[in-house]
């Protein structure tokens, strides 16, 4: 049986959700059924440290090890950039042409503007794209955000089917005409499951490594810190819990290019003592089986697979009610969501479940079983019914 060849794009490869994603799709499909080459830029722009750097390095020798073809466009960035946007829809194109995929896949906006196009001009019979969430607000100013609508509506023209993480990111592109509803399709992010439903780390072991006193309670949040996250309203929201609970620990997992200044919030507020910078850690699933409630203030998000492992640890939420999260967090049943930056009612139903652990513990356990249905198999299973389909259609489409 012949190969069916598939290029994957993505501008930048770190430890975000969409890069993991990616890695966990190459790396879970059917190698005897698809000839699979990823296609990367440079990924500079994410400021990754010595230890995530390493980690990337790592994923991507497992991705070569499963046969799978990498090529780096170091022109292929996630800022705009005429030149570089140029030369590397050029590169995208010449190897178009010379590989001849069945399939193209490209990954969040940037990729997806010029991989969508550059296969379009190169005659790639199907065309794919993952947004991975959108920068439909949130993002950009007025202008810069409807440029990006344009942009996404004139491409879905060429777009064979769009994946969308939730059924609201769906709705989302619906309400803003990117396409028709028949384009669509919805595929969960998934998750390695066993690492975070398994994790033989003893959680009190865990908290004294990291210099926590064992009855101290945990707050924790993980992503890349940027405005984006919101952040800065979970340390807003510190310092009044901080006020009635001075024994609570504020945990933030991960590397980004406000921490300076998130550094400098937690000092002015004199709260530093209770708040705690870890940076970008391998050991994600054990430091955050210490915490005792997960907070993801996002102001915009795709899905938030970070959701998923915090569940799948059996973790109560807090977070917005934004984006795909509502998808995930039932308010009042695995979690609590909150309106969008405000603080009052983030720090609100934070003291909440600090106070009942019991309703930590429900809230647990219904989040462990809500976290079942979101594993990296499962995702990969309906990506490939996607890919089987439209090549099917396709075929018969040109005989």
């Not at 809500?370 to 389909?389: F, L, T």
Request: glycine share 8%; with cysteine; charged share 30%.
């Amino acid at each position: 049986m012949k190969k069916v060849k598939i290029i994957h794009i993505i501008t930048r490869l770190d430890k975000g959700g969409s890069a993991e994603e990616t890695l966990l799709t190459v790396r879970g499909l059917d190698k005897e059924r698809y000839d699979i080459i990823l296609i990367k830029g440079l990924s500079l722009e994410s400021e990754m440290g010595v230890r995530e750097t390493r980690a990337v390095e790592h994923n991507l020798a497992e991705v070569e090890r499963c046969g799978i073809r990498i090529l780096t466009i170091s022109e292929l960035v996630r800022t705009i950039h005429p030149l570089y946007d140029l030369k590397a829809f050029i590169s995208l194109v010449k190897i178009f042409l010379r590989e001849k995929p069945h399939i193209v896949h490209t990954h969040t906006s940037k990729a997806g503007i010029l991989g969508r196009w550059a296969a379009f001009f190169s005659r790639v019979p199907v065309i794919i794209h993952t947004s991975h969430g959108h920068v439909f607000w949130g993002y950009f100013g007025k202008l810069k955000t409807r440029i990006f609508i344009l942009l996404e509506k004139i491409s879905a023209l060429v777009t064979d089917r769009l994946i969308m993480l939730t059924e609201q990111e769906k709705n989302d592109h619906l309400h803003f005409h990117i396409a028709p509803e028949n384009k669509f399709s919805v595929v969960h992010s998934g998750i390695n499951l066993d690492e975070f439903s398994n994790t033989s780390v003893d959680p009190a072991s865990m908290k004294r490594r990291l210099g926590v006193p064992e009855d101290n309670l945990i707050v924790g949040t993980v992503g890349r810190l940027t405005s984006i996250k919101g952040h800065r309203y979970l340390i807003e929201a510190a310092r009044k819990i901080l006020d009635v609970r001075p024994d609570i620990i504020f945990v933030f997992l991960g590397d980004g290019e406000l921490l300076d200044e998130l550094k400098n919030m937690a000092t002015r507020s004199d709260i530093e003592e209770n708040i705690m910078f870890l940076g970008w850690r391998s050991d994600v699933a054990e430091v955050m089986s210490t915490f005792d409630i997960f907070a993801l203030p996002s102001l915009n998000e795709g899905m938030g697979r970070v959701l998923v492992e915090a569940m799948a640890l059996g973790r109560p939420i807090v977070a917005s009610n934004i984006g795909g999260i509502p998808d995930l967090v039932v308010d009042g049943e695995n979690g609590y969501l909150v309106p969008v930056g405000d603080v009052e009612s983030l720090a609100a139903r934070i003291r909440k479940l600090l106070d009942d652990p019991e309703k930590r513990e429900e809230m647990g356990e219904c989040g462990k079983k809500i976290a079942i249905d979101y594993s990296a198999n499962a995702m990969v299973e309906k990506i490939d019914r996607v890919y089987r389909k439209l090549v099917v259609s396709r075929c018969h489409s040109e005989e």
